[in-house]
């Protein structure tokens, strides 16, 4: 169960509206519609504020969240069928489904010979790791460049602009994480 479902089922239990939960918790109702909606989760003290306003404690508001948030999910290659092409020789794979229900963003980069990626910043707070699987390829985050082969690794702020480019003869693919998921 997820913290939204379970805050709906308490705040309707006790027959309280959302806006008179708005008004008891002092958390915007902007913010509880968007935490019922599943939008955001809150923050430890909207959810003190919340539990206060419907009687009720956090171990309560928490129980049963967490069995149902440890996911496993198996995605065969030929199920896969979230790309992002950013040209005929750039493009990303996702390896899950579900990117913005997850904690990271997996997915593969793969580079034909002379592909670039589109230049890239994500919002603060985003950060990326990538491993070359194989091949080669030049990264440029900020001002600097970074040339990474098979094996090698970079880990990096996302908000900081960013590219990718194969400048070699073979292709060149790279696990990608993304954390928080970013689109």
Do not use: W
Request: net charge positive; glycine share 6%; aromatic share 4%.
């Amino acid at each position: 169960m997820k913290i939204g479902k379970k805050l709906r089922q308490l705040r309707k239990d006790r027959g309280i509206t959302l806006n008179e939960l708005s008004e008891k918790s002092g958390v915007a109702l902007a913010t509880l519609s968007r935490m019922e909606n599943n939008k955001m989760t809150g923050t430890l003290e909207a959810h003190q504020n919340i539990c206060k306003a419907l009687n009720t404690s956090l171990a309560e508001l928490y129980a049963g969240i967490e069995e149902e948030s440890k996911t496993v999910e198996s995605v065969p290659r030929k199920r896969r069928t979230e790309h992002f092409v950013h040209s005929p020789k750039a493009r990303y794979e996702l390896l899950v489904t579900k990117t913005m229900d997850k904690k990271i963003m997996p997915l593969v980069i793969r580079l034909d010979p002379g592909g670039k990626t589109q230049p890239e910043e994500n919002r603060t707070g985003v950060e990326k790791f990538i491993y070359i699987l194989s091949g080669a390829m030049t990264a440029v985050v900020g001002k600097s460049d970074y040339s990474l082969k098979t094996g090698d690794s970079l880990y990096f702020d996302a908000s900081l602009p960013h590219t990718f480019t194969n400048k070699g003869r073979s292709k060149a693919e790279a696990i990608c994480v993304i954390s928080p998921p970013a689109l």
